[in-house]
Protein backbone atom coordinates (compact mmCIF):
# COMPACT_ATOMS: atom_id res chain seq x y z
CA UNK A 1 0.00 0.00 0.00
CA UNK A 2 3.14 2.43 1.07
CA UNK A 3 4.58 2.04 -2.42
CA UNK A 4 1.18 2.70 -4.10
CA UNK A 5 0.86 5.47 -2.44
CA UNK A 6 4.43 6.95 -2.95
CA UNK A 7 3.67 6.48 -7.02
CA UNK A 8 0.22 8.51 -6.47
CA UNK A 9 1.88 10.89 -4.68
CA UNK A 10 5.11 11.07 -7.08
CA UNK A 11 2.44 10.98 -10.24
CA UNK A 12 0.51 14.02 -8.69
CA UNK A 13 3.49 16.03 -7.94
CA UNK A 14 4.97 15.33 -11.46
CA UNK A 15 1.65 16.66 -12.84
CA UNK A 16 1.89 19.69 -10.36
CA UNK A 17 5.59 20.84 -11.67
CA UNK A 18 4.26 20.33 -15.37
CA UNK A 19 1.34 22.92 -14.80
CA UNK A 20 3.69 25.10 -12.62
CA UNK A 21 5.95 25.24 -15.31
CA UNK A 22 3.68 25.84 -18.33
CA UNK A 23 2.18 28.62 -16.10
CA UNK A 24 5.61 30.16 -15.44
CA UNK A 25 5.78 30.36 -19.44
CA UNK A 26 2.47 31.76 -20.26
CA UNK A 27 3.03 34.47 -17.61
CA UNK A 28 6.59 35.36 -18.72
CA UNK A 29 5.05 35.61 -22.19
CA UNK A 30 2.75 38.34 -20.71
CA UNK A 31 5.13 39.92 -18.52
CA UNK A 32 7.75 40.51 -21.90
CA UNK A 33 4.84 42.78 -23.21
CA UNK A 34 3.87 44.31 -19.72
CA UNK A 35 7.58 45.03 -19.12
CA UNK A 36 8.15 46.57 -22.66
CA UNK A 37 5.11 48.30 -22.79
CA UNK A 38 4.74 46.69 -26.57
CA UNK A 39 2.97 44.10 -28.21
CA UNK A 40 4.91 43.18 -31.01
CA UNK A 41 2.35 41.80 -34.05
CA UNK A 42 3.86 39.89 -37.10
CA UNK A 43 2.64 40.75 -40.54
CA UNK A 44 2.71 40.04 -44.26
CA UNK A 45 1.85 43.18 -46.34
CA UNK A 46 0.60 42.93 -49.96
CA UNK A 47 -2.58 41.46 -48.81
CA UNK A 48 -5.61 43.93 -48.96
CA UNK A 49 -7.55 44.45 -47.36
CA UNK A 50 -6.56 42.96 -44.31
CA UNK A 51 -2.50 44.22 -44.75
CA UNK A 52 -1.37 46.12 -46.91
CA UNK A 53 1.20 49.83 -47.09
CA UNK A 54 -1.25 52.49 -46.34
CA UNK A 55 -1.01 56.44 -47.89
CA UNK A 56 1.65 57.66 -45.17
CA UNK A 57 3.82 54.21 -45.77
CA UNK A 58 3.09 51.50 -43.11
CA UNK A 59 0.87 48.67 -42.60
CA UNK A 60 -2.71 49.31 -42.54
CA UNK A 61 -5.33 46.98 -42.69
CA UNK A 62 -8.37 45.11 -41.04
CA UNK A 63 -5.30 42.91 -38.90
CA UNK A 64 -3.34 45.70 -38.33
CA UNK A 65 -6.12 47.47 -36.32
CA UNK A 66 -7.13 44.46 -34.62
CA UNK A 67 -3.99 44.21 -33.22
CA UNK A 68 -4.30 47.98 -32.35
CA UNK A 69 -7.32 46.98 -30.71
CA UNK A 70 -5.62 43.74 -28.85
CA UNK A 71 -2.67 46.23 -27.49
CA UNK A 72 -5.58 48.68 -26.04
CA UNK A 73 -6.88 45.42 -24.39
CA UNK A 74 -3.48 45.07 -22.92
CA UNK A 75 -2.43 49.05 -22.65
CA UNK A 76 0.19 48.69 -24.48
CA UNK A 77 2.00 50.29 -27.63
CA UNK A 78 1.64 48.12 -30.79
CA UNK A 79 4.65 47.72 -32.49
CA UNK A 80 4.10 45.99 -36.28
CA UNK A 81 6.97 43.77 -38.19
CA UNK A 82 6.29 43.16 -41.89
CA UNK A 83 7.85 40.37 -43.50
CA UNK A 84 7.41 37.62 -45.87
CA UNK A 85 4.21 35.45 -45.20
CA UNK A 86 6.80 32.10 -45.25
CA UNK A 87 8.85 33.51 -42.45
CA UNK A 88 6.13 34.21 -40.01
CA UNK A 89 5.10 31.10 -37.94
CA UNK A 90 9.46 30.28 -37.74
CA UNK A 91 9.10 34.14 -36.28
CA UNK A 92 6.51 33.71 -34.27
CA UNK A 93 7.87 30.63 -32.52
CA UNK A 94 11.64 31.92 -31.81
CA UNK A 95 9.78 35.03 -30.15
CA UNK A 96 10.79 37.81 -32.62
CA UNK A 97 6.59 39.10 -31.70
CA UNK A 98 3.75 37.63 -29.66
CA UNK A 99 0.99 37.86 -32.32
CA UNK A 100 0.67 36.95 -35.63
CA UNK A 101 -1.80 38.71 -37.48
CA UNK A 102 -1.68 38.13 -41.77
CA UNK A 103 -5.18 36.66 -42.72
CA UNK A 104 -3.75 33.52 -41.97
CA UNK A 105 -6.08 30.14 -42.13
CA UNK A 106 -5.34 27.09 -40.17
CA UNK A 107 -3.78 23.78 -41.30
CA UNK A 108 -2.09 20.73 -39.43
CA UNK A 109 1.33 22.05 -40.22
CA UNK A 110 0.84 25.37 -38.43
CA UNK A 111 -1.30 23.87 -35.82
CA UNK A 112 1.12 21.50 -34.74
CA UNK A 113 3.68 24.73 -34.38
CA UNK A 114 1.62 27.37 -32.81
CA UNK A 115 -1.73 28.41 -31.69
CA UNK A 116 -4.64 29.76 -33.15
CA UNK A 117 -7.48 32.38 -31.93
CA UNK A 118 -11.18 31.83 -32.59
CA UNK A 119 -12.12 32.37 -36.43
CA UNK A 120 -13.00 35.95 -36.89
CA UNK A 121 -13.50 36.23 -40.66
CA UNK A 122 -14.96 33.37 -43.89
CA UNK A 123 -13.36 33.45 -46.93
CA UNK A 124 -11.68 30.81 -50.02
CA UNK A 125 -9.34 30.07 -52.58
CA UNK A 126 -10.73 31.67 -55.98
CA UNK A 127 -9.33 32.30 -59.63
CA UNK A 128 -8.14 35.75 -60.37
CA UNK A 129 -7.02 36.25 -64.39
CA UNK A 130 -6.68 38.88 -66.72
CA UNK A 131 -9.57 41.09 -68.37
CA UNK A 132 -10.93 38.89 -71.38
CA UNK A 133 -9.35 35.73 -70.35
CA UNK A 134 -11.14 32.40 -71.16
CA UNK A 135 -10.11 30.77 -68.55
CA UNK A 136 -13.58 29.73 -66.50
CA UNK A 137 -12.35 27.53 -64.07
CA UNK A 138 -9.79 25.21 -62.93
CA UNK A 139 -10.14 22.75 -66.05
CA UNK A 140 -8.89 25.55 -68.00
CA UNK A 141 -5.68 25.99 -66.46
CA UNK A 142 -3.57 22.89 -67.55
CA UNK A 143 -0.64 24.32 -68.95
CA UNK A 144 -0.88 27.85 -68.02
CA UNK A 145 0.95 29.63 -65.82
CA UNK A 146 -0.58 30.06 -62.58
CA UNK A 147 0.75 32.42 -59.65
CA UNK A 148 0.18 31.98 -55.88
CA UNK A 149 1.62 33.50 -52.62
CA UNK A 150 3.89 31.68 -51.60
CA UNK A 151 3.49 29.28 -48.62
CA UNK A 152 0.12 30.52 -47.99
CA UNK A 153 -2.99 27.86 -48.14
CA UNK A 154 -3.48 29.13 -52.35
CA UNK A 155 0.13 27.51 -52.93
CA UNK A 156 -0.82 24.21 -51.16
CA UNK A 157 -4.50 24.11 -52.77
CA UNK A 158 -3.05 24.47 -56.41
CA UNK A 159 0.08 22.10 -55.70
CA UNK A 160 -1.65 19.95 -53.55
CA UNK A 161 -5.14 19.74 -54.88
CA UNK A 162 -5.03 20.80 -58.59
CA UNK A 163 -1.94 19.51 -59.10
CA UNK A 164 0.02 22.40 -61.27
CA UNK A 165 2.84 23.30 -61.03
CA UNK A 166 3.15 27.30 -59.89
CA UNK A 167 5.10 30.14 -59.65
CA UNK A 168 5.35 31.86 -56.27
CA UNK A 169 5.66 35.62 -55.28
CA UNK A 170 5.85 37.34 -51.87
CA UNK A 171 3.04 38.48 -51.84
CA UNK A 172 -0.53 39.02 -53.78
CA UNK A 173 -0.12 41.88 -55.28
CA UNK A 174 2.39 40.87 -57.20
CA UNK A 175 0.62 37.98 -58.53
CA UNK A 176 -1.45 40.43 -59.54
CA UNK A 177 1.33 42.03 -61.47
CA UNK A 178 2.23 39.43 -63.32
CA UNK A 179 -0.99 38.76 -64.78
CA UNK A 180 -1.17 42.53 -65.78
CA UNK A 181 2.47 42.09 -67.00
CA UNK A 182 1.52 39.16 -69.28
CA UNK A 183 3.69 36.85 -67.02
CA UNK A 184 1.00 34.65 -66.38
CA UNK A 185 -2.69 33.33 -66.95
CA UNK A 186 -4.00 32.88 -63.90
CA UNK A 187 -3.64 33.53 -59.83
CA UNK A 188 -5.25 30.99 -57.30
CA UNK A 189 -5.48 33.70 -54.19
CA UNK A 190 -8.51 34.43 -51.24
CA UNK A 191 -11.40 35.34 -52.70
CA UNK A 192 -11.93 38.78 -50.86
CA UNK A 193 -7.84 40.33 -52.13
CA UNK A 194 -9.20 39.16 -55.70
CA UNK A 195 -12.05 41.21 -55.21
CA UNK A 196 -10.11 44.07 -53.31
CA UNK A 197 -7.65 43.74 -56.39
CA UNK A 198 -10.05 43.36 -58.82
CA UNK A 199 -11.75 46.57 -57.83
CA UNK A 200 -8.61 48.78 -58.24
CA UNK A 201 -8.00 47.45 -61.28
CA UNK A 202 -11.11 46.73 -63.72
CA UNK A 203 -10.09 47.37 -66.58
CA UNK A 204 -7.32 44.75 -66.34
CA UNK A 205 -8.30 41.47 -64.23
CA UNK A 206 -11.26 40.07 -63.39
CA UNK A 207 -12.34 37.31 -61.15
CA UNK A 208 -13.45 33.84 -62.25
CA UNK A 209 -16.96 33.04 -60.58
CA UNK A 210 -17.40 30.48 -57.83
CA UNK A 211 -15.25 29.81 -55.06
CA UNK A 212 -12.80 26.51 -54.29
CA UNK A 213 -12.39 26.29 -50.96
CA UNK A 214 -13.85 27.09 -47.75
CA UNK A 215 -11.27 28.28 -44.88
CA UNK A 216 -11.35 30.89 -41.52
CA UNK A 217 -8.64 33.29 -40.81
CA UNK A 218 -7.33 33.51 -37.25
CA UNK A 219 -4.84 35.01 -35.04
CA UNK A 220 -1.53 33.36 -33.87
CA UNK A 221 0.45 33.20 -30.60
CA UNK A 222 2.76 31.16 -29.43
CA UNK A 223 2.32 27.52 -27.86
CA UNK A 224 1.34 27.58 -24.20
CA UNK A 225 0.34 31.52 -24.03
CA UNK A 226 -2.98 30.81 -22.83
CA UNK A 227 -3.24 34.05 -20.91
CA UNK A 228 -2.49 36.33 -24.51
CA UNK A 229 -4.97 34.01 -26.38
CA UNK A 230 -7.62 34.44 -24.07
CA UNK A 231 -7.43 38.12 -24.26
CA UNK A 232 -7.23 37.63 -27.74
CA UNK A 233 -9.82 35.55 -28.10
CA UNK A 234 -11.96 38.06 -26.15
CA UNK A 235 -11.13 41.16 -28.24
CA UNK A 236 -12.05 39.33 -31.43
CA UNK A 237 -15.57 37.93 -30.12
CA UNK A 238 -16.38 41.39 -29.15
CA UNK A 239 -15.33 42.63 -32.33
CA UNK A 240 -17.36 39.95 -34.25
CA UNK A 241 -20.55 40.29 -32.24
CA UNK A 242 -20.65 44.36 -32.46
CA UNK A 243 -20.19 44.58 -35.81
CA UNK A 244 -16.75 45.74 -35.90
CA UNK A 245 -15.68 43.35 -38.16
CA UNK A 246 -17.56 43.96 -41.01
CA UNK A 247 -17.09 47.44 -40.31
CA UNK A 248 -13.54 47.35 -40.96
CA UNK A 249 -13.87 45.19 -44.00
CA UNK A 250 -15.66 48.07 -45.60
CA UNK A 251 -13.65 50.45 -44.68
CA UNK A 252 -9.76 48.79 -45.97
CA UNK A 253 -11.75 48.09 -48.64
CA UNK A 254 -12.76 51.80 -49.63
CA UNK A 255 -9.08 52.49 -48.41
CA UNK A 256 -7.54 50.29 -50.92
CA UNK A 257 -9.75 51.27 -53.64
CA UNK A 258 -8.94 54.98 -53.03
CA UNK A 259 -5.36 54.19 -52.91
CA UNK A 260 -5.25 52.44 -56.70
CA UNK A 261 -6.96 55.33 -58.16
CA UNK A 262 -4.15 58.06 -56.47
CA UNK A 263 -1.83 56.00 -58.07
Not at 62 to 79: C, N, P, R, T
Not at 116 to 140: E, H, R, W
Not at 150 to 174: D, P, Q, R
Amino acid sequence: MMKKLSAVFLSVLVLALCLTACGGRQNAAMKEIKDSDVLTMMTATGFPPYEYIGEDGQPAGIDIDIAQMVADKLGVELKVLDMDFNLLVDSLKSGKGQLLAAAMSVTEDRAAQIDFSVPYASDGQCLMVPKGSAITGVDDLAGKVVTVQEATTGHIYAEEELGLEVMSFKNAVECASALMGGKADAAVLDKITVMTLVSANPDALEMVPGQLTEEQYVLGVAKNNEELKAVVDEVLQQAIDDGTIDALLEKHLAICKDLQNAE
